[in-house]
């Protein structure tokens, strides 16, 4: 029998408010324990929650990028359990009556266009952190991060193979960071990634039972466990075996996920509406507002790279996968830069200098300006093309201009005909057993004289000339 | 003259004269309750070295010019409303020794005006409870009868102003914890509309009904107290942004043609015999003073017990979750952390506040919500139509505070539902979110005061301040003093 996965996402996403949502406090990650803390967002007796007004708009903004429905009447829940990092005894979240209801993104995987729905976005805090000791039975609770805002972003079962997970996550963590919701860190746990995964035959439209998983905090390992978890139900299946609901973990050093607990053992929240917060009431003018506040969204962007700079999709897609990236290179084009010539540039040598040193476009020395004019010495053939990878690194590493840096090294392209000629008259002086075994018929020697002038001219000789010369003196 | 018998009103007059100062003022409030709270037990915490060092600073500050209303005068502040650096327990051994970091709103208010605080009152634990029995420090004693219970759950409140322990107090009222421990003390309570006076700092019992107000030795102190506890606070949601009239400015005038609502199902059988007489007889004296009764009906009032417990336990199962011995108050270690959280939990609540988180929880678990909670906020839907249609032919409504003036103690504390009932003219008032005061209305034979009830349509308190202040004028049941 065949089977098929049905996926569901929830996403937690950090939004980039520079206080939490019921208290003054900062959110900057990184500071000493319990250093941004108050009397509310420790839960002291007798404090009261005050809605952030930023951390609304911040989800009616991303409700709004992904097609969502956003209701004029939204109310806060408290979700009610015992934890050491929930100081109050409840989150406050949403229950019956999210900021953002159904919505959709679009996501291409293969060349296959899908559409995956959102059942909803809410808003909620987030608790804080249990730290156990390395030594002795101690632990301790940092609140720092208790009451940062925070988004779930809850999808359709509509995913059905961990490369569509993949890309459904990559495409909300393009669209928070474009709009400017959420800095997309999922090293740092600003973006969360759990999933609800079953399986069933290929053609069954009952969902089988499905188990949470949690714990995923890269693309890679989104994949890695949901192709574990889906192996594991479907050999379970075929094994005669129950699949329990359950919520499991993945775990990065041994590969697998692991039951966590069981559905038996889950909690019952006791949501019920949250007396010491008014209902939020929207006004359309104001959601309208925000709708007019956001900017081009990635899949517009897509189309219009692929439409006005006649780019390869892929190209498109690359360029569109990050703001900066795109502006990077709207800005190198509107400076003259060749749309294919500066594609290429970012999605090449940039992209590996960039990787190796583990930073973003944004920080990088070379401006949109180095690489044009950089563009413009290959276009005059001041230099090669080869030399241009040398001069571009040097670009990364200096920041100097493409110009400065031919002109410091001597990397100007010998197109002097004459010159060139006299290198290729000493070669092939040099060289009367090689001429002897070409003429023979052994062509692949061309190589070996090319390479010789190359070397004598340290790289800098045409290859054009170069060859045209050879060509015409081994006739 | 006996300094301690003032009211705020008086004492500020005085003050300002130069007659009194407020060293003397509070050194003879603290004199009195060294004198008499061994036998009325109103205090959980005497603040008496901070409320003297209090009263020098008043006293420079006064022979300066300044003008500050509650300048020099002591108050007591019931024990789950925040003081910065005093002792705030809820009267639970959970927060035994819980010193707040923070003030609260309607403290930092006082504070801005001058007051001194004498200290912090008795009160049912986490306020739950009509007779102040339940807490965990001790009974306090209704001054009128030491064998009875003050009311509650602002039953150390109540004790306080009647003994004459402070000028004033501060109490909340969830289902009726200042008015009903008013109405068995003698005194005037106020609890405002649901919204006016901020709840920042006030110690959660059931967050939708909490409210905070004044317990006085008459009508215009609360008059004075509400000028300045009342109004918006950026740090309570739920704090109405509405303008605050000068509730001082109505009092006085008179009250000739005024409507006064008559609810039917408040005189019905099984209020005490002497309290409806007191109550018919206020009836009466209201309208020797113009005012036209009317009968009215609150036809869903049998319903507001019920409502109010569920919902109140409801919310209150889960403001009590905090209590968990991980971050402040008290800890009994544990094997784990569950084991901790059980025996922390055990040991640091009493038997009543067990009950209604065991009632609440079960009322909000998932098969019983619809049941028990949602059905709850149904009824009490109802229960805020029914003052609305009420108050379209009336101003305001009175009834008695209470079915029976102050009852002995440990009388119905085996049977919480018997207990339950003392609170049934005041519930409704809570769940409707109306605003209401208690005032002395008459004593028994037994010599035990008798509370008129008198609801306003809501933010309309300054109605409410003008009745009472125009009976509390033509009658002289608030000069009474218990003889201790």
Redesign the interface.
Known sequence: MQYEAVIGLEIHAQLLTETKIFCGCSTKFGSDPNTQTCPVCIGMPGVLPVMNRKAIEYVVRTGLSTNCEIPLLSRFARKNYFYPDLPKGYQISQFEMPLCGEGFVDIIVEGDHRKIGLTRIHLEEDAGKNIHAEHGNESFVDLNRAGVPLMEIVSEPDIRTSKEAVEFVKKLRAIVRYIGVCDGNMDQGSLRCDANVSVRPVGEKELGTKAEIKNMNSFRFIEKALDYEIKRQIKALRDGERIIQETRLWNTDKGITESMRSKEEAHDYRYFPDPDLMPIELEQSWIDGVRGGIVELPDTKRERFISDYNLPEQDADLLTSEQSMADWFEQAVDLGGDSRSVSNWIKGEMSRLLNDDNKLIEDCTITPGLLVGMLSLIDKGTISGKIAKTVFEKMYRTGKEAAVIVEEKGLVQMSDESGIEAIVDDILSKSPGEIERFKGGDAKLMGFFVGQVMKETKGKANPKIVNELLRKKLK | MELYRLGIDEARTALDKGEISPVDLTKAVLDRIEAVDEKVRSYVTVAGERALRQAADAEILLKEGKKQTLLGIPLAIKD???TKGVK?T?SSKI?EN?V???E?TVTKRLNDQGYILTGKTNLDEFAMGSSTENSAFGLTKNPWDFERIPGGSSGGSAAAVAADECMAALGSDTGGSIRQPAAFCGVVGLKPTYGRVP??????F???LDQIGPLTKNVKDSAVLMNIISGHD?????SADVPVPDFTSLLGQDIKGMKIGVPAEYFIEGVDSEVQASVKEAIQKMESLGAVPVEISLPHTEYATATYYILAT??A??N?????G???GLRVEGDD?IDM?MKTREAGFGAEVKRRIILG?YS???GY?DAY?KKAQQARTLIVQDFEKAFESVDVIVTPTTPTPAFRAGEKTDDPLQMYLSDIFTISVNLAGAPAISVPCGYTSNNLPVGLQIIGKHFDEASVLKTAYAFEQATEWHKRKPEL
């Open positions: 789950n409303i925040c705030t809820c927060l819980f707040p970091p923070y609260s709840r920042y700092g006030l110690v959660a059931a967050s939708s950026i740090y309570d949601s739920t409801s919310e199962s889960s009590l979750a905090r209590y968990d991980v971050k402040y952390l959280y929880t909000l678990s998932s919500y909670y």
